[in-house]
């Protein structure tokens, strides 16, 4: 597998439920972060979580990070119909700090 | 709030033609990126600037790219002779120097349809 995989690759829910995504990445990192791309626009950012943090809120976003698994969560509370969208993590390491982005996830919301 | 904006939002281009894609990063900014994404597939590194030069690329990055800051604001990527593969959307971002994280601004990206 490779750096940065979401899942699940597609999420369809209910307007008002919580969705969940998930991410595992390989190698070690300085931060994780999660952007949402709506269909065939431009990337937004959302959240950075720091490689010595485990939980972070933004809003209606909640995201952890657990190190010693490679992973890391999303969740989306009372989730509305403008969060339709693709999500995806982006790790960087240390140095110039590209970012390394996953294969996204897919998320539906269904009114 | 500042925002990052990329020219054109959408370029069509006959294969082997040459293509700039312009981008005027956040004003205080230091750190410049591209990056592409193939419709359907993962957001892919493509180069990082740096202090005026090249600080990483990726093995996309050959020898038919090349970047450019010419003038302090705009931060531009060229494809010398263009493939059916380049087409893509093609991102811009930056960032500035933070010991708080590693923010990268995007900008909404140009479409790049090659012929």
């Known amino acids: 597998s490779q750096q940065g995989e979401e899942d699940p690759q597609a999420l369809s829910i209910q307007e008002g439920e919580n969705a969940t995504m998930n991410c595992s990445y390989k190698?070690?990192?300085?931060?994780l972060q999660w952007y949402r791309q709506n269909s065939g626009r431009g990337l937004v950012h959302l959240i950075l979580?720091?490689?010595?943090?485990r939980e972070k809120h933004s809003g209606r976003l909640r995201v952890t990070l657990d190190t010693s698994k490679k992973s890391s969560s999303l969740l989306i509370t009372a989730s509305r119909a403008a969060d339709t969208a693709s999500y995806f993590c982006a790790t960087s390491n240390f140095g110039n700090e590209k970012l390394t982005f996953g294969t996204g996830t897919r998320l539906t919301i269904i009114p | 709030e500042p925002e990052v904006t990329q020219t054109p939002s959408h370029q069509v281009t006959q294969m082997g033609q040459e293509v700039i894609l312009r981008c005027v990063p956040i004003s205080n900014h230091l750190y410049f990126y591209w990056y592409r994404q193939i419709l359907g597939q993962k957001v892919e590194f493509l180069v990082s600037?740096?202090?005026?030069?090249?600080?990483?690329k990726s093995e996309i990055f050959d020898d038919q790219f090349s970047v450019e800051r010419p003038d302090g604001s705009n931060f531009t990527l060229k494809i010398r002779s263009t493939k059916l593969e380049d087409s893509a959307m093609y991102f811009c971002?930056?960032?500035?120097?933070?010991?708080?994280?590693?923010?990268?601004?995007f900008g909404p990206g140009t479409r790049l349809t090659v012929l």
């Open positions: 979580i720091r490689s010595n943090e």
């Open positions: 600037f740096y202090n005026n030069e090249i600080s990483e």
């Open positions: 971002a930056s960032r500035a120097y933070t010991n708080e994280g590693n923010e990268q601004f």
């Open positions: 190698t070690s990192i300085n931060n």
